[in-house]
């Protein structure tokens, strides 16, 4: 950034909660693209919104101007993504909700919701990981609540969801039923002949047992989302109404539909 004329109100500590496991280049780029949104919309200098803008930029892609929803699929979205906004944000053990988005990306997402950890976090806790995993399932669960249906916007999500919970039993130790021990060690020495990635060093039955296990987590974190959901449904229905007009909340506006303050927050915004 030195070679960029950066605002009073930047905070590259935000920026850096919000980019973890980003490259050098990938943050090179962020601060490119902070500059260039800074003079579309001439201004002197980059401003903290244009680094955030930024961030989704290079990691969720450019806005999809063009791509048009119909009202029932942009009303799905809503509810899909305020799903895993209020999973995270009604949990302990979870990251704040910064901003929830239903704009599309050119990477193909219809919508995004971002957590920032409050500081530097490189550990992960066992319950962390269960948090994450329910959060990652929050979309799948309110388009259960809401719709009585589902859809294809959680393939994604059900992916990841579905390696953390795997990695909890084989990489992690985190198994009661398994035990503290990791399966599937991978070869560090090749021969010829012999593949390289991981050998499944255990028997047919101990793989039945990692997969009755990993099932049993994923439905236990979906059981946990929809839970909340239900119990949260005329929030829910606030949140999204909200984010179907605005298309984006963020900051104090994210904050104030979380914690269910959405009418006082109005009448600040109004003051």
Known sequence: AQKVKIGPDCDFAVVARMTPGASGAELANIINEAALGAVRHHRMAVTQYDLQEAVDTILAGAQKKNKILSDKEKCIVAYHEVGHAMVAALQSHSAPVQKITIVPRTSGALGFTMQVEDGDHTLMTKEEILAKIATMTG?????????????TGASNDIEQATKMARAMVTQYGMSAELGTQVFGQPNHEVFLGRDMGNTQDYSEETARRIDDEVARIMKEAHDRAYEILSTHREQMDLMASVLLERETVEGE??????????????????D
């Open 253 to 270: 506006a994210c904050k104030a539909l979380l914690d269910n303050n959405w009418n006082d927050y109005l009448q600040r915004e109004g």
């Open 139 to 151: 979309g799948r669960a309110a388009e259960e609540v809401v719709f009585n249906s589902i859809t």
